[in-house]
């Protein structure tokens, strides 16, 4: 979501809503002038508010679009105040603001075969991905988790476009990916593409590294990235400044520390490159690490966090962490 | 990049394959930097040149394996872009990457598919089995960064009537304006055919053909678009029917052209002239290599001074660029084929140019 320079921005049109599953809604959006075809992996941005706050959200690109629409899929999160609450509110017609197809999970030509793994709304990209190898030939597999059968979206057009190369992996059946398995049987030089739950993902990195294959090859998508626990409002306590500060379960620290004037460096706001990581000094409850930027020994050490993505999670009310800035000299 | 001239979802000479090996190469094609190198199964890997980081040319770094190191950081990218090392981190940013292109080798070049990848036929390569070094013989070279833009030099060479004025005393002669010509095309191909009968040799012919008497002179020039020209041309003694189809007792040469968009109004020229006559003569194959390219002397020098010239004109007269002629139907046939290739790839997607990657 960052890098967006001002001209980017465009106007757009929600044209069509229609619910994929009784919690994924696919909404339709024409921009105004300027389609930009989308390849595989690409995402648009839309600015939205959240409460008072003008925010920015991305969202994968569901499919080729070759008739000029953008296709974005959202699962409502009941908990939720933030994005997927608000976009659930627009009716069609609704004006939008958007910025183009940007990619970030790139889908590279002519490995000798691809194994691709969707869990829940992690769908959106991957679908996409899905087609573009159908359609070049390209011998892939794609296995699909979610809890039952009815959150299965877009189940059916794959069924119909990839046919049994469409693996459907259903929890509440018993189901589960064994990536040590998979990762196996993939041939030397394969990619995997993943994008869902911090479970799976991790699950799939542990199971790569341990396969000795190189890392680049493990591609994964990040936006759709929870935690290993639910976002609830913590208190950020900065002694070197003398400041505590509230973070609402629907804001990042960074933007709230932002908010409150803190001084912070940041780049990516996805987790990734790292810039954003402040020192933690104490904590009550325990860190939520959903960068991947950090390894996991790194995170086991608990010495920094991303303040982009990860949070703190307490039971109960009192969830807290104390950390230092950058604001002294040496 | 919106209103360039030139197709990106299709494949154009970038190098000669003999330039591309272990050490890192720099191509601008279509308006985008390139870095090119062999790979250790032989295969030729190009990318952005650009590191992912800070923009720094990858071509100013250097080869590991098959991975580009960057020459700023020690930034790591693999032969399909992926980014495989960052400095002082245990991880690895799972964005970080550039843009991987198609390339193939055929017929001694290098092509490069500046496109949508997921286009990127090698079936679609090109016909140049004319450049191949086996039963037409020849070495030629490249002009990179030609200061004129491709279609020049497309016109240039659908139309020879300016050999009679830019090459005169050597391939050139009155016979050539004063014949006249046939012009036809597919969607993909134009040729020009000329037929010459009953005329002097002009010198560099009757040399090669070392038979007395008038000849009958042929330059049969093939366009494919967008920037590929092969010119069959000979001369055979007339009365031989060689328009009949027999240019047994003829020699034959030909002419070819990959020319390739640059930055801006600059073109790589990769040219070659190759024939079937005194195969074995490597002094021959020689001397008609610097006939062509040679101190600024040769032939080609002589058109790429009229092109350079041409291009400096068109930048700095603003009336409608060009009047055209009857010799130009050939060209105008070719830059019709041009701008087809253009529409169709704006009607399949509207900012192929600028697809997101």
Redesign the interface.
């Known amino acids: 979501m960052a890098h967006r320079s001002a001209e980017e921005w465009q106007p757009a049109r929600l044209t069509a809503i229609r619910d994929l599953t009784p919690d994924i809604r696919m909404f339709e959006i024409a921009p105004e002038s300027?389609?930009?075809?989308?390849?595989p992996g690409?995402h648009i941005d839309l600015a939205l508010r959240i409460g008072e706050r003008a925010d920015v959200r991305s969202y994968s690109v569901v499919g080729p679009c070759r008739d000029?629409v953008y296709r974005i899929a959202v699962k409502r999160l009941p908990t939720s105040r933030g994005g997927s609450a608000y976009m659930w509110t627009l009716p069609v017609g609704a004006r939008l603001t958007i910025a183009?197809?940007?990619?970030?999970?790139?889908l590279?030509?002519?490995r000798p075969e691809y194994l691709l793994v969707a869990g829940g709304i992690g769908i959106t990209p991957i679908y996409g991905i899905a087609l573009?190898l159908a359609?070049?030939g390209a011998p892939f597999r794609m296995l699909y988790g979610c809890r039952s059968r009815d959150q299965l979206a877009l189940g059916e057009e794959l069924r119909a476009r990839i046919g049994d190369r469409l693996e459907p992996y259903i929890s509440a059946e018993g189901k589960r990916v064994d990536f040590g398995r998979e990762v196996a049987r993939l041939a030397p030089g394969g990619e995997v593409y993943v994008c869902g739950p911090i479970g799976m993902m991790e699950a799939a990195k542990h199971a790569w590294a341990a396969s000795g294959r190189?890392?680049?090859?493990l591609?994964?998508?990040?936006f759709g990235s929870s935690g290993r626990y639910a976002s609830v409002p913590f208190v950020v306590r900065i002694p070197r400044l003398d400041r505590e500060i509230r973070v609402p379960a629907e804001a990042s620290m960074l933007d709230a520390l932002e908010a409150a004037g803190v001084g912070v460096i940041a780049d990516?706001r996805r987790g990734?490159?790292?810039l954003c990581a402040l020192p933690i000094l104490g904590v009550e409850g325990v860190v939520d690490h959903r960068d991947?930027?950090?390894?996991d020994?790194?995170k086991a050490e608990n010495a920094k966090l991303c303040t982009c993505v990860s949070r703190v999670w307490r039971a109960g009310e009192g969830a807290a962490i104390t950390i230092d800035t950058a604001d002294r000299e040496m | 990049m919106g209103d360039a001239a030139y197709p990106r979802n299709t494949w154009y000479a970038a190098a000669w394959c003999h330039e591309i090996g272990r050490a890192l190469a720099r191509r601008t094609v279509c308006d985008t930097d390139l870095v090119l190198y062999r790979k250790s199964d032989g295969s030729v890997a190009v990318l952005e040149d650009a590191c992912w980081h800070r923009l720094l040319p990858l071509s100013l770094g250097w080869l590991d394996g098959d991975q580009v190191v960057c020459g700023y950081h020690g930034l790591r990218f693999n032969a399909a872009g992926r980014c495989t090392h960052m400095p002082a981190q245990k991880t690895i940013n799972p964005s970080a990457g550039v843009r991987a292109f198609p390339a193939v080798e055929r017929h001694r070049l290098v092509w490069v598919w500046p496109g949508d990848p997921a286009l990127a036929d090698p079936d679609l390569v090109p016909d140049f089995h004319w450049n191949d070094g086996t039963d037409w013989i020849g070495e030629g070279g490249t002009y990179y960064d030609l200061k004129c833009e491709y279609r020049l030099v497309v016109d240039n060479l659908m139309d020879l009537t300016h050999e009679t004025y830019v090459h005169a005393g050597s391939i050139g002669n009155d016979a050539i304006t004063e014949t006249p010509f046939e012009v036809t095309h597919t969607d993909r191909r134009v040729t020009v055919t000329r037929w010459m009968r009953d005329i002097e040799a002009p010198p560099f012919w009757a040399r090669n053909l070392g038979k007395p008497g008038n000849v009958d002179r042929w330059q049969v020039i093939r366009f494919e678009a967008p920037g590929v020209v092969a010119g069959d041309v000979g001369v055979a003694p007339t009365g031989t029917r060689a328009p009949e189809g027999d240019r047994s007792q003829g020699v034959n040469g030909c002419f070819l052209a990959a020319i390739t968009p640059a930055r801006g109004n600059t073109c790589h020229y990769h040219w070659n002239f190759v024939r079937t006559f005194k195969r074995d003569d490597a002094e021959l194959t020689r001397a008609i290599q610097r006939a062509h390219v040679h101190e600024g002397k040769g032939v080609y020098d002589q058109d790429a001074t009229v092109l350079e010239a041409q291009q400096r004109a068109i930048d700095t007269h603003p009336r409608q660029p060009f009047y055209n002629l009857n010799i130009d139907a050939g060209a105008l046939w070719a830059r019709r084929l041009i701008d087809q290739m253009i529409a169709r790839e704006r009607a399949d997607a509207p900012h192929q140019a600028v697809a997101a990657e």
Do not use: D, I, K, Y
């Open positions: 300027g389609f930009v075809q989308p390849q690409s000029g183009p197809p940007a990619n970030l999970f790139p590279t030509r002519g573009a359609g070049a190189p890392p680049e090859l591609r994964f998508e990040t990516c990734e490159c790292g991947v930027f950090f390894s020994g790194e």
